[in-house]
């Protein structure tokens, strides 16, 4: 129970990767607000926490609005007490190639993955500043360290948040706040559904470890940094994806 007495925000967890961060949090001891678009998945997530015996709120909201992140956060701090951690990890993508992208897929996937992180450690930073104490994991994505053909708007928002990741953890350091990124590589998830078996085969030839990753893989990462582990490490992204990226 390395996270006994903790209680975390985790976005996009509903399903996929945000909810297995969230089941594996309070597998360890945290209490966990779920947010997401879709308060009814988020609502099952949260049933299925509380059958742990921890608390849990399903909370609505969207990330790349700040007055409905600036509700969820002070609900959610009502309901647990207090935020320890939080995992900014609802994203979504709009593939495209370049000269086809509208200005609406460049301004979407910016305004939910890097707005949306944005907006959410702003208002939990206020709260963990006075705590003096926090544990922010941002979910990124290899793409943001490597790139790749179809995803420039996504690939932006993920450098991004790495970016953004360091120049927090900078910031807040001082008042024994961690800020930490997670770089996963191919994760199946609904994301990655839509990638053909084929497609699935020659990323395989591209990992190192010959397998796409799970969920667990990317929430047992954001256990370390969320753990007292972790706490003499700050500003770092970690990448999560069977070895296809090597710093
Ligand atoms: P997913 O599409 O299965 O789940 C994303 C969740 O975020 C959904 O429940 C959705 O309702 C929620 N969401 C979307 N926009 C939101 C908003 N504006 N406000 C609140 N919630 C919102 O995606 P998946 O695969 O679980 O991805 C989770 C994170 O991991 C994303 O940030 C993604 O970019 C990142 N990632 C995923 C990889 C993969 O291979 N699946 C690889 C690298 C990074």
């Excluded at 594996?24 to 949260?46: F, K, M, P, S, W």
């Excluded at 890097?114 to 926090?134: D, E, P, S, W």
Aim: charged residues 20%; glycine residues 8%; neutral net charge.
């Amino acid at each position: 129970m390395v996270l006994k007495d903790k209680t975390a925000i985790v976005t996009g967890a509903s399903r996929g990767i945000g909810k297995a961060i969230a089941l594996t949090l309070a597998e360890n001891g945290a209490d966990v607000a779920v947010i997401d678009l879709n308060l009814e998945q988020a609502d099952e997530v949260a049933a299925e926490i509380k059958r742990m015996g921890r608390r849990a709120v399903a909370l609505a909201g969207n990330v790349a609005d700040a007055d409905s992140v600036e509700d969820f956060v002070t609900k959610a701090a009502q309901e647990l007490g207090k935020i320890d951690i939080l995992v900014n990890n609802a994203g979504i993508t709009r593939d495209t190639l370049l000269v086809r992208m509208k200005e609406d897929d460049w301004d979407a996937v910016l305004d939910v993955n890097l707005k949306g992180t944005f907006n959410c450690t702003k208002a939990v930073a206020r709260i963990m500043m006075k705590q003096k104490y926090g544990r922010i994991v941002n979910i990124a994505s290899v793409i943001g360290l490597m790139g790749n053909a179809g995803q420039a708007n996504y690939g932006a928002s993920k450098a991004g948040m790495i970016g953004f990741t360091k120049s927090v953890a900078r910031e807040l350091a001082s008042r024994n706040i961690t800020a930490n990124a997670i770089a996963p590589g191919f994760i199946v998830t609904s994301m990655t559904q839509v990638l053909s078996d084929d497609m699935k085969e020659k990323l395989k030839e591209q990992i190192p470890l010959a397998r796409l990753g799970t969920p667990s893989d990317v929430a047992n990462a954001v256990l370390f940094f969320a753990s007292d582990a972790a706490s003499y490490i700050t500003g770092q992204t970690i990448a999560v994806d069977g070895g296809m990226v090597m710093q």
